[in-house]
């Protein structure tokens, strides 16, 4: 059993703080306790010194070059170098290391007389040495700082980056539930007075679509098989509301179903279509919709017959793109220089070519 004089609160908050500080600065102990080991077994090798006595040389040396070392980089480095004031950091460093070697060079000296050394001296020789020691060590730990320090910006900037795109990718994803509630809504709608049966089937249809965006879409990407899914009951709502005014024509290719795409890429081209298709009277409305998937490659090919200029379309003159910027931007964000998107709209025609290497 453990005594409880050792379990006083002073030891439980020693230990905590010990605990603290080595796991700040292991890497530092480490460092500095390889160097000192080094030199010392290395002293003692080479000059045939006692290991008590090249220990007590290489504590001098830890001293005077850990304290240049860490003056360099926690205060030199955030002070001067990185506010550009090169000129300063400069004469500082040197200066620095200067009086670094002046206290090892006089506090070597002075051990080496204390214990009767005759080998003591101050000649330039060896206080050079020293000094490009110093030199060699200083800037070797304020490159390592630097080092890391760029290490942990250069993550931290990626975590930025990718958290700033996430968040926008959820925004403009929040964005597409309005528009798409406002474009069935008003099918409805319209169904309503035209025949209460069809509009009973467009609800079982928009129940279908609601529950697929609140329950289905809640991943980065979906199988293109739910994509599609759901792009078949939109296009079935529209066949009901729009009747025989426009020939509708939707194809989906034979190859490959098992990718995976991001949802709601798709069906805002297919809204605007719906949405912009012309509506003459004695000219032919049409939307054509194709889906294909080979090689690697999906394809969505939408076109559409719009209103010559100057139409009359109560109520869609002031109608806003948000739906398709909403997806350019997206297309960016998720499939950047993996995708093109080639929109052209000629007299009486508007298209769109969406492709995506996955």
């Known amino acids: 059993m453990v005594s409880k004089k050792y379990l006083t609160g002073e030891n439980v908050v020693f230990m905590i703080l010990f605990t603290r500080f080595f796991e700040r600065y292991k890497l530092h102990i480490l460092f500095w306790g390889v160097y000192i080991l080094f030199w010392t077994i290395f002293a003692a090798a080479q000059y045939h010194k006692p290991a008590w006595f090249t220990l007590l040389i290489s504590l001098i040396f830890f001293l005077g070059q850990s304290t240049i070392s860490y003056w360099g980089i926690y205060r030199l480095v955030p002070v001067y170098f990185n506010h550009k004031r090169y000129g300063v950091f400069a004469f500082l460093v040197i200066g620095g290391i200067i009086l670094s070697t002046a206290f090892i060079m006089g506090s070597m000296n002075g051990l080496l007389l204390l214990f009767g050394d005759p080998s003591a001296s101050w000649s330039f020789g060896e206080f050079s040495g020293i000094l490009v020691?110093?030199?060699?060590?200083?800037?070797?730990?304020?490159?390592?700082?630097?080092?890391?320090?760029?290490?942990?910006?250069?993550?931290?900037?990626?975590?930025?980056?990718?958290?700033?795109?996430?968040n926008e990718l959820r925004?403009?994803?929040?964005?597409?539930?309005?528009?798409?509630?406002?474009?069935?809504?008003?099918?409805?709608?319209?169904?309503?007075?035209?025949?209460?049966?069809?509009?009973?089937?467009?609800?079982?249809?928009?129940?279908?679509?609601?529950?697929?965006?609140?329950?289905?879409?809640?991943?980065?990407?979906?199988?293109?098989?739910?994509?599609?899914?759901?792009?078949?009951?939109y296009i079935g709502l529209e066949k009901l509301r729009k009747g025989q005014a426009v020939d509708i024509r939707y194809e989906v290719g034979t190859g490959r179903s098992d990718f995976y795409i991001a949802p709601f890429l798709i069906i805002p081209f297919v809204e605007n279509a719906f949405k912009y298709v012309s509506s003459y009277p004695d000219k032919r409305n049409f939307v054509t919709i194709r889906l294909n998937y080979q090689a690697d490659i999906f394809e969505l090919y939408v076109e559409n017959s719009v209103d010559e200029p100057g139409a009359d379309r109560p109520g869609e003159k002031n109608a806003g793109g948000i739906g398709l910027e909403n997806v350019r931007r997206r297309l960016e964000l998720i499939y950047n220089g993996r995708h093109s998107l080639d929109i052209r709209k000629i007299k009486g025609l508007y298209s769109v070519l969406l492709t995506i290497r996955m």
């Open 133 to 166: 020691g110093n030199f060699y060590l200083v800037f070797l730990v304020i490159a390592l700082k630097a080092l890391r320090d760029k290490i942990k910006n250069d993550r931290r900037n990626k975590l930025l980056e990718k958290e700033k795109t996430e």
């Open 171 to 233: 925004f403009l994803k929040s964005q597409i539930n309005p528009h798409f509630l406002f474009n069935a809504i008003n099918s409805i709608y319209v169904l309503i007075k035209k025949d209460t049966e069809l509009a009973g089937v467009t609800l079982v249809k928009f129940a279908d679509m609601l529950r697929y965006q609140l329950y289905e879409c809640n991943t980065d990407e979906i199988p293109i098989g739910k994509e599609i899914a759901y792009l078949d009951n």
